[in-house]
């Protein structure tokens, strides 16, 4: 079946303006994850979704940053006003359910360059 | 908090020479253990987990994992390398019980040569 899909795979945008990154998760999969992958500071949580719900924000860096789920599905991060330091690899992933012995399925990642 | 700690950013060994990745890991109850592979410019794939029962344990493309509490480790090895092997190499531990945040080492790169 079909792996957990994002998109765009890659966007470069302006220092100060809005991005969305989307993830569409394995069908099924009722727990989503978003996590960051720089150089600097290797792979971070960011959040995590049951359902629509996000019981564990403690990752999001600032309050430029905010995400979303829609119908236990699709989830989008947003991030606002972005800054130089925002760039990265921004990566989704999803598990069957809430338990955490249930493995993280990754998407590719967004590669997100703010120039 | 949990941490863990992969010694050697970079790995090089010899096509059909023993890989060892080490991986250390920081808790005071024993985690939910994770080797994951990512390859240039995609995601990271799973090759195996531990969470409970037998301590060895046997992921894909050949790779296996040993669970040592005594040790808090959690060293990934394959006994004869292939040069698709090149790849970063990830470590993770996640809580267990409800479903929790995964914790990266900082990677491994390893490089095959002939």
């Known amino acids: 079946g079909a792996g957990v899909s994002q998109s765009p795979s890659n966007k470069v945008t302006e220092k100060g303006k809005d991005v969305e990154l989307r993830c569409d998760p394995i069908?099924?999969?009722?727990?989503l994850y978003w996590y960051r992958q720089s150089l600097g500071q290797g792979l971070e949580f960011l959040i995590y979704f049951q359902g629509n719900s996000a019981p564990d924000k403690s990752g999001l860096p600032s309050d430029r940053f905010s995400a979303e789920r829609t119908g236990g599905s699709v989830s989008t991060l947003t991030i606002q006003r972005t800054q130089q330091e925002d760039s990265a690899v921004y990566l989704c992933?999803?598990?069957?359910?809430?338990?955490?012995?249930?493995?993280?399925?990754f998407g590719d990642g967004t590669r997100l360059s703010i120039l | 908090a949990q941490s863990v700690t992969q010694l050697g950013s970079h790995v090089s060994v010899s096509e059909g020479a023993l890989v060892l990745l080490r991986c250390n890991y920081s808790s005071s109850v024993p985690p939910y253990l994770f080797w994951y592979v990512q390859y240039p410019n995609q995601g990271l794939q799973l090759l195996l987990k531990y969470t409970t029962g037998a301590t060895l344990v046997k992921g894909i493309n050949g790779f296996e994992a040993e669970f040592k509490k005594s040790e808090t480790s959690f060293h990934l090895t394959k006994p004869s390398a292939h040069m698709s092997d090149a790849a970063e190499y990830f470590c993770?531990?996640?809580?267990?019980?409800?479903?929790?945040?995964?914790?990266f080492g900082t990677g491994t790169r390893l490089q095959v040569t002939l």
């Open positions: 069908s099924g999969h009722t727990a």
């Open positions: 992933a999803s598990s069957l359910g809430p338990h955490s012995n249930q493995p993280q399925h």
């Open positions: 993770a531990v996640s809580d267990t019980g409800t479903a929790s945040k995964l914790t």
